[in-house]
């Protein structure tokens, strides 16, 4: 419920439907790690989201240079 209205609130803000598009991958992509990985968490925290930023780098990184 609160992806649809911070999907709403971009837009009211102005921002253009492609930067809409990616905030809302980033959101329900955190939504998931947090639901699979982070089940010990109690709270949603600065930590928990710069793990799941360090991950999803990780992997962006591992798909662009495989063999590092």
Same mark, same amino acid.
């Given at each position: 419920?609160?992806?649809?209205?911070?999907?709403?609130?971009?837009?009211?803000?102005?921002?253009?439907?492609?930067?809409?598009?990616?905030?809302?991958?980033?959101?329900?992509? $955190? !939504?998931? =790690? &947090?639901?699979?990985?982070?089940? +010990? #968490?109690?709270?949603?925290?600065?930590? *928990? $989201? !710069?793990? =799941? &930023?360090?991950?999803k780098?990780? +992997? #962006?990184i591992?798909?662009?240079?495989? *063999?590092?």
């Amino acid at each position: 419920m609160h992806v649809e209205v911070f999907s709403t609130w971009l837009f009211a803000e102005g921002k253009v439907v492609k930067t809409i598009e990616s905030y809302m991958n980033d959101v329900t992509g $955190f !939504e998931k =790690y &947090l639901q699979e990985k982070l089940m +010990d #968490v109690p709270v949603l925290s600065r930590f *928990s $989201f !710069e793990r =799941y &930023l360090s991950r999803k780098y990780d +992997d #962006v990184i591992y798909c662009l240079f495989p *063999s590092r």
